[in-house]
């Protein structure tokens, strides 16, 4: 493939003459590239084909068990200084990033073949779109970066001659913790990944150019780059009313964002732009728009099935790469929360005979499907249109047993801002580390975030004058648990239905609500319960407000104003107080 760009070509030059990789290959996209590279990596071992009759296209790859999701602890934001960076964050400064893993890249990829995968983040041609070019080994992240952007000849087309581009170089070495290091430099545009070939630490389009470069490019542009799905709600009347949702990882964006409304709702229809993040930019209208960067979705298995996510199931039916799911006997893909019974024996995620009853998973928690948008039958028609769509609400939303009630309105923006900043989650697979205890991770922002945490929420605040029709703020939880048994108190999935359609109806200023000193709810009977089987006092549990409960999450709150107190607004810590004072 002839490229004429001499700041690309020589930037790739340079980065082969540090690996020394045997062969340099440009990839365009291609579907004869696909086919070859899918033939390579089923030859090679990295990819294990699935039942073509089952599954056409669709792939099964097993990552080194000690490489299963994302390292928080090995992802490093590397600005001139520790302060930009800011405390939530590890910094490390560039000088000595750029040596420490410039030795470990020196010489990792002879033997090897280094892919130059450009790619665009948003759809081709957007005026918000960016380019990136990955730099990887790995030929299971070309194929996964195939499907999550817009890879290849588009890029570079998109690109021409400009210098203006993500550079990201991916090394997977030899897979040893000891030797991974996730490297952001937000000042140089690049992005330096080692020692891991999973998910968000390698496909550099994602978590790394998407959110964590793309926030600190939003500062400095006056955009948000958030950790947000983008729906569109369409009404039986034909109204269709955007809304965008930040909940942290495996707690629920995908899912959301391909929801089925109940049969109570018809004529109601949810069309999917994106399921993990937006971009927005206030439009010429005063309208805050969203695109949704990624092209595909890379999605939690576990808990997927026919009657949680059937868009899901459907979108997953074809040309999709599983990773660290289970393998059943006649070659289709299995993982807990399945449909139909469990199978009496599988081969599990590590490619180990498993059997019914062992009371070991047969998919990894964070085993995941890494699928084309364009199969999922709610693809909205605008997910690929380059304005993007007008945002009405905004939704922040935690994996809370207490306290948070299922639905809160902020009272407006600044209070919006202080409900996502201040938002609390119980930690889930999807990041390595320990799983259930709650930790404030503000806008679901916490890992992603590319620059320091209290700016991110000046600049939350500051985008206010920018939008002169903002959208509505709220806050929900589904995961509020019944203290006698643990079992989830709301039914979720589809019957959010419910609670988004009070959200829209608010957000359309059609519909009125209870004020309470923490926020505006829903008054009786204003939650359409239509066909729902459930008890009144789990709809009254699922939405209580108890101050001894909120008594003890200000306090919680209080550490993240306490770790943020060099550049935590003001305008946040008075919300805090004021709300404190109300409940006395
Ligand atoms: P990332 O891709 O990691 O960013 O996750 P996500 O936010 O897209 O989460 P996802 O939709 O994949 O859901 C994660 C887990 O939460 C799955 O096991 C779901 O079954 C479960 N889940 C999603 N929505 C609900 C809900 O409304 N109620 C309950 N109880 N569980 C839910
Ligand atoms: C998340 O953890 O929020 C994900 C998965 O969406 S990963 O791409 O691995 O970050
Ligand atoms: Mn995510």
């Avoid at 004529?267 to 439009?283: H, L, N, S, Y």
């Avoid at 929420?457 to 648990?481: C, D, E, G, T, Y």
């Avoid at 109806?505 to 239509?530: I, N, S």
Wanted: aromatic share 10%; net charge neutral; proline share 7%.
């Amino acid at each position: 493939m002839a490229v004429d760009n001499p700041a690309l070509v020589s930037w790739v030059e340079s980065m082969a003459a540090l690996t020394k990789p045997d062969r340099v290959v440009w990839c365009d996209g291609s579907d004869e590239e696909r086919k070859a590279l899918t033939e390579l990596a089923v030859a090679s071992g990295v990819l294990l084909p699935l039942n073509q009759d089952k599954r056409p296209g669709c792939y099964l790859h097993r990552s080194n068990p000690n490489d299963v999701a994302r390292v928080e602890q090995l992802t490093f934001i590397c600005t001139p200084t520790r302060e930009e960076a800011g405390p939530t964050n590890n910094w490390m400064a560039p000088d000595e990033a750029y040596a420490k893993v410039g030795k470990l890249f020196d010489g990792s990829m002879k033997g090897r073949t280094m892919y130059v995968v450009p790619y665009v983040m948003g759809p081709l041609g957007s005026p918000y779109a960016k380019v990136g070019v990955e730099l990887t080994d790995s030929v299971y992240v070309v194929l996964n970066m195939r499907i999550m952007t817009r890879m290849g000849r588009g890029a570079l087309a998109m690109l021409g001659s400009g210098e203006d581009f993500n550079r990201g170089l991916h090394g997977t070495l030899d897979c040893n913790p000891e030797r991974r290091y996730i490297c952001h430099f937000p000042q140089d545009n690049t992005i330096w990944s080692v020692g891991s070939g999973y998910g968000g630490n390698v496909l550099l389009g994602k978590k790394c150019l998407a959110l964590r470069i793309g926030s600190y490019l939003g500062r400095r542009e006056h955009w948000l780059a958030e950790h947000m799905l983008i729906l569109g709600v369409e009404s039986p009347s034909g109204e269709t009313t955007y809304v965008a949702a930040a909940f942290p990882s495996a707690c629920g964006k995908t899912n959301f964002a391909m929801m089925i409304p109940p049969k109570a709702f018809a004529g109601w229809k949810i069309w999917t732009v994106g399921d993990d993040i937006a971009w927005m930019r206030t439009g010429p209208d005063g309208r805050l728009w969203a695109i949704n960067p990624e092209s595909g979705y890379f999605g939690v298995a576990p808990g997927t099935s026919n009657k949680s996510n059937p868009n899901a199931m459907t979108t997953v039916a074809r040309d999709t790469l599983f990773t660290n799911v289970a393998l059943t006997p006649d070659g289709d893909v299995w993982w807990e929360g399945m449909d139909g019974p469990v199978p009496e024996a599988l081969t599990d995620w590590q490619g180990r005979p498993w059997r019914k009853g062992s009371g070991e998973k047969a998919a990894h928690p964070n085993s995941r499907f890494t699928a084309p948008m364009r199969n999922n039958p709610a693809l909205s028609p605008h997910a690929d249109d380059p304005q993007g769509v007008p945002i009405s609400a905004i939704i922040f939303g935690g994996r809370r047993s207490t306290t948070v009630p299922l639905v809160l309105q902020s009272f407006n923006w600044t209070h919006g801002v202080y409900l996502g900043a201040t938002m609390g989650s119980e930690t889930t697979a999807a990041a390595v580390g320990k799983v259930g205890v709650v930790r404030r991770d503000p806008m679901a922002m916490l890992p992603f975030a590319g620059y320091d945490m209290g700016d991110y929420f000046n600049h939350w605040l500051a985008m206010q004058s920018r939008i002169a029709n903002p959208p509505k703020i709220f806050q929900v939880n589904w995961f509020r648990q019944d203290p006698a048994d643990g079992s989830f108190l709301w039914p979720g999935f589809g019957d959010n239905m419910r609670v988004l359609k009070w959200v829209i109806d608010r957000a359309h200023g059609r519909v009125g609500a209870q004020e309470t000193l923490l926020g505006w709810v829903p008054k009786a009977g204003h939650l359409d319960l239509t066909d729902l089987d459930l008890s009144p006092a789990r709809v009254d549990a699922a939405t209580a407000i108890h101050f001894d409960e909120w008594r003890e999450e200000f306090k919680l709150q209080g550490e993240l104003f306490d770790k943020l107190s060099a550049t935590m607004p003001e305008a946040l810590g008075l919300q805090r107080r004021m709300l404190m004072a109300r409940i006395g």
